[in-house]
């Protein structure tokens, strides 16, 4: 089963706006990581959350981990259309590297 | 820097034929992913190497598929004999993994793999 789920599934919304993303998971974590995925590329490690932290901030991005809920979500403020890709929350479990992708949300920004 | 470096990027074939991936990760990492990502399954972990040992294979599909890393700077996914339900975007990507922290993933542009 997966791990990771993200929600929604696909987002729409105007240049300029704000883009929230949340994924949710089952079992206890390590880290958290959030991907980008542009459309035929590979996945982009945008930013990395301990388990141990509540909050991190990278430029316009803003994540957030709550572990008792067991979820996360990653803000992009002042979106711009070349943020128009797939995003990944991904959970790694076990200290060993590997990690348990969602099945992404879908962003789209239009210009 | 170079990134992850994969071959073909696309691959079309026909089916019982067989099909060698290869991936080259960046210099100096120790630990090395092979995904499958499809639409209705998205991104699973096929296996992982941790310097050059394979450490968990339990998302290899099938006995026709094998994975190898002979060196730190090469791997191979081999899928022998292929099906159409094989086709799908892989990726391969590597990371440099601390003894106590985990480092963020280098994913290389994937191989579109399509089995006719």
């Known amino acids: 089963s997966q791990q990771g789920e993200e929600d929604p599934q696909a987002l729409s919304i105007q240049e300029g706006e704000n883009a929230t993303m949340n994924c949710s998971y089952k079992t206890s974590i390590n880290n958290l990581q959030w991907y980008r995925q542009n459309s035929g590329r590979g996945l982009v490690h945008l930013i990395l959350i301990r388990s141990n932290e509540r909050e991190k901030h990278s430029g316009r991005l803003r994540v957030t981990l709550d572990t008792s809920k067991k979820s996360s979500s990653l803000l992009i403020t002042a979106s711009r259309a070349a943020d128009t890709a797939s995003y990944f929350c991904a959970t790694d479990t076990s200290n060993t590297g590997k990690l348990i992708f969602g099945q992404g949300t879908t962003l789209q920004v239009k210009p | 820097d170079a990134g992850v470096i994969q071959s073909p990027r696309h691959e079309v074939t026909e089916m019982g034929q067989e099909v060698t991936l290869r991936c080259k990760p960046i210099?100096?990492?120790?630990?090395l992913f092979w995904y499958r990502q499809t639409m209705m399954r998205g991104l699973e972990l096929l296996i992982y190497f941790n310097n050059n040992v394979p450490i968990d294979d339990s998302g290899m599909p099938e006995d026709r598929f094998s994975a190898k890393m002979p060196n730190a700077s090469f791997s191979t996914l081999k899928i022998q004999p292929s099906e159409p339900r094989d086709s799908a975007v892989y990726f391969c990507a590597s990371s440099a993994q601390g003894s106590y922290s985990n480092q963020p993933q280098h994913f290389g542009d994937g191989t579109r793999l399509s089995i006719l």
């Open positions: 210099s100096g990492h120790n630990s």
